[in-house]
């Protein structure tokens, strides 16, 4: 069995099926598939979500996943209403279920949601206890992100924030130390842990297929567009969330409208902010340039949106990691970004304009002033995008991940283990 231990809820609908966010639910159909069965059934450990079936998990549309159909099977670790205090008083129950399975387990495969509910890192130590090999996943510079957003703040608040950094690093370093395998999200998280572990890879987990890239007659048509002089369409992908700096996206939108530029953008995605975010689109009078347009679920269709755009728009205010960026470049989008380490990493990689300084939403409308001057270097930028986005397909990631989980199992094991029979996956990923 392959164990993933982790924070993002599941629902349960029934004994056998159980819905996901939609992106998470296809990371897991492309897990599953690059591992053909190898290790055995892949097994999701995670707290419940409540709920009726086909309401949104975690602000996204969700993805029914059949346990026999897909293979994919899912067992409750507690409740994702918990509080911290309800997680420590049921710890013991969770502990059993995780030691329970890493005992069945050829792999756990965890990572560190955080501190407080910390279901990730005691799947972790569960397999250390039951002697299985491990893999462990960071896709964010968590202690950067950390530091970042505590800038500013209060010194209560910046002093709770360097402790609880310190014990997220301490215990990242830890792990890392210790795994047969440890997944690295950026050159970022390289620089902060790499030296821990001479087994630590770089990947990228993307979600894109080879056939969702953008072809080359849409492609020209696009650049067309923009040499035409045709108005820019603009998106930006994710959670409503502070932290995101959407508010900044809108200022950057608005105030190159205001200079002229005729520039519109569509905004995908929900979240707690999104009522301050139509009052500020209102207050910059923006309305007739920024559309909300509500949560969508991650499939082909959405790709094929993405691809209608000219240009894609990041103001993170922290160091992130979207997977969004790799989606618009495959569907040709120019990559504008604020300056933080993974968005200029990848922006250098697709030879893209340089990012943008971080928090100064006037310097984004200053580079989207001198792009529409220059429409020829957008549409450069757009198929560099598109010429790039071939060596960043999901197949491409999934079978570096499986072949170096492979190696891995094989050097701590000195076997592969057997390939299971389908009818004893299916007695296993129906398990509560």
């Not at 969700?62 to 997680?87: M, N």
């Not at 650049?223 to 700096?245: D, M, Q, T, Y």
């Not at 999901?394 to 389908?422: D, F, I």
């Amino acid at each position: 069995m392959y164990t993933v231990v982790i924070s993002v809820p599941f629902r349960r609908i029934s004994a056998d099926v159980c819905e996901v966010p939609s992106d998470w639910g296809i990371a897991l159909k492309l897990l599953r598939d690059s591992l053909g069965g190898r290790f055995g059934p892949l097994t999701v450990a995670a707290p419940e979500a409540p709920g009726k079936p086909g309401e949104r998990i975690s602000d996204q549309a969700p993805l029914a996943l059949h346990a026999r159909d897909d293979a994919i099977g899912f067992v409750r670790l507690g409740s994702s209403d918990w509080r911290p205090r309800h997680f420590w008083r049921n710890r013991r129950a969770v502990r059993r279920t995780l030691d329970d399975l890493a005992a069945r387990s050829e792999v756990m495969h965890t990572g560190i949601n955080n501190l407080y509910l910390p279901y990730a890192p005691m799947g972790f130590f569960a397999g250390r206890r039951a002697g299985k090999m491990s893999v462990f996943v960071l896709d964010t510079d968590i202690v950067m992100q950390l530091e970042q957003t505590a800038r500013g703040a209060r010194l209560r608040k910046r002093a709770w924030t360097w402790l609880y950094a310190r014990l997220y690093e301490r215990t990242a370093r830890t792990a890392i130390a210790a795994a047969d395998l440890v997944m690295l999200k950026g050159h970022q998280l390289h620089v902060r842990y790499g030296e821990l572990n001479p087994r630590a890879k770089d990947f990228y987990n993307t979600s894109f297929g080879a056939g969702d890239v953008i072809g080359a007659d849409l492609l020209e048509r696009k650049c067309a567009e923009v040499r035409r002089g045709e108005p820019l369409r603009a998106l930006s992908i994710g959670r409503l969330i502070p932290r995101k700096g959407v508010d900044h996206t809108i200022r950057a939108v608005a105030d190159a409208a205001a200079r002229g530029v005729p520039v519109v953008l569509d905004i995908l995605g929900g979240g707690p902010e999104e009522a301050a975010l139509r009052k500020l689109t209102a207050e910059l009078n923006a309305g007739h340039v920024v559309n909300f347009l509500g949560t969508v679920p991650y499939d082909a269709a959405l790709l094929k949106r993405i691809a209608t755009y000219h240009l894609w728009l990041f103001t993170a205010l922290s160091e992130d990691t979207p997977r969004a960026m790799f989606d618009a470049m495959a569907g040709g989008c120019a990559l504008l970004a604020y300056d933080l380490p993974f968005s200029r990493q990848v922006l250098a990689d697709a030879r893209q304009e340089p990012p943008v300084p971080l928090g100064e939403p006037r310097g984004l409308a200053d580079l989207l002033a001198r792009l529409h001057g220059d429409r020829a270097r957008v549409a450069e930028l757009m198929t560099n995008c598109a010429r790039e986005a071939p060596n960043h397909t999901a197949e491409s990631w999934y079978a570096r991940r499986a072949k170096w989980t492979e190696e891995a199992y094989l050097a701590r094991n000195g076997r592969l283990p057997e390939l299971p029979a389908r009818e004893e996956i299916g007695s296993v990923v129906g398990a509560r």
